[in-house]
């Protein structure tokens, strides 16, 4: 069956390995280049011991740059082009009366299809991160937001969940609507609802955030690549304060300002011991997920989607053994 299964889908794993390679040269050509940017800038700023333009610093190029964001879909590939027609153009056209007829069982013919398309996302999903985040390590260091969304999802192990999930679902499509096309279809609007529901609604709540008070005279900003989640001002009642959508003084809209203040709003003002002691009631906010939890949430999140997987392929066997039987 491995040998069955190489013959018709070599094609597909023959352009899958071709796109690889020439990522993989881009990155790397480009990659050492940025790295190279990055290691002359640091070894200036510590000779001169100013790093003022350091936040300044430009690395790599607009194109490359695109291209690792546009990463973000490169899973969903894997169960548009492996998924979805691996069981549904078997039977589409048929071929499954002819395969199940012969001495192989119907259950090593799944585990052979089905084990070796999950085996290559795999393979595709942690490829694609692996250079994506060698690619992003000067980046990473000078930007420390890795913890943000859309840099979160490319980067690490998740992507490996990602293409096992698309996969998955590609093929229990393919099982249920007994179509390619249509299959593609719903895979690619599953594998994007469930992305974007689990992103924007579960993750922020995978554990309980951290939410630190700061004296609005003095700011905040938590360490490490964190994930801001909410930040604001809390007036003395505890209301919080809607964002300045104009004049503002530390951050405090103008219309909220007590009345020892409203001097403030005045060019070359000063903030007079009355002014002072009015604004000691207001409080910034900042609600985050602390950088100490990266690895956790991209280990949770990666579960999520291979325990979704699991649970999709299941299905389609499943459906596939006693339907067919």
Same mark, same amino acid.
């Given at each position: 069956m491995t040998w069955l299964t190489w013959r018709q889908y070599r094609i597909q794993a023959y352009l899958g390995a071709a796109v690889l390679?020439? #990522?993989?040269?881009?990155?790397?050509?480009?990659?050492? @280049?940025?790295? %190279? @940017?990055?290691?002359?800038?640091?070894?200036?700023?510590?000779?001169?011991? %100013?790093?003022?333009?350091?936040?300044?610093?430009?690395?790599?190029?607009?194109?490359?740059? #695109?291209?690792v964001i546009m990463t973000l879909g490169?899973?969903?590939?894997?169960?548009? #082009?492996?998924?979805?027609?691996?069981?549904?153009?078997?039977?589409?056209?048929?071929?499954?009366? #002819?395969?199940?007829? @012969? %001495?192989?069982t119907r259950k090593r013919w799944l585990a052979a299809k089905i084990g070796w398309a999950l085996a290559a996302a795999a393979v595709w999903g942690g490829v694609i991160s692996g250079l994506v985040t060698w690619w992003s390590g000067p980046d990473n260091a000078l930007y420390r937001d890795t913890f943000n969304p859309g840099r979160f999802d490319i980067m690490n192990i998740t992507p490996v969940g990602y293409a096992l999930f698309a996969t998955a679902l590609g093929i229990c499509a393919g099982v249920l609507l007994r179509r390619t096309l249509p299959a593609m279809a719903v895979t690619l609007a599953g594998f994007i609802g469930v992305r974007a529901l689990i992103a924007l609604w579960l993750r922020p709540h995978y554990m309980h955030a951290v939410t630190a008070t700061y004296n609005v005279f003095r700011g905040y900003t938590p360490a490490g690549s964190y994930w801001q989640l909410a930040q604001g001002i809390r007036a003395p009642n505890g209301q919080v304060l809607p964002q300045p959508n104009g004049l503002a003084v530390f951050g405090i809209p103008s219309g909220f300002l007590p009345h020892a203040c409203t001097a403030l709003t005045q060019a070359g003002s000063h903030v007079t011991p009355s002014c002072r002691a009015a604004l000691a009631g207001f409080r910034g906010f900042v609600t985050y997920q602390p950088a100490s939890r990266y690895w956790a949430f991209q280990g949770i999140e990666t579960a999520i989607f291979i325990a979704l997987a699991a649970i999709l392929v299941i299905e389609a066997v499943v459906v596939l053994l006693r339907r067919d039987a």
């Open positions: 390679v020439a #990522f993989a040269i881009l990155i790397i050509v480009t990659g050492l @280049q940025m790295a %190279s @940017q990055y290691h002359a800038a640091i070894a200036a700023c510590t000779a001169t011991h %100013s790093c003022v333009n350091q936040g300044g610093l430009f690395l790599g190029s607009h194109a490359v740059g #695109f291209l490169a899973p969903v590939l894997a169960g548009l #082009f492996w998924g979805a027609p691996l069981i549904a153009t078997e039977l589409e056209t048929g071929t499954t009366r #002819f395969a199940w007829v @012969q %001495s192989v």
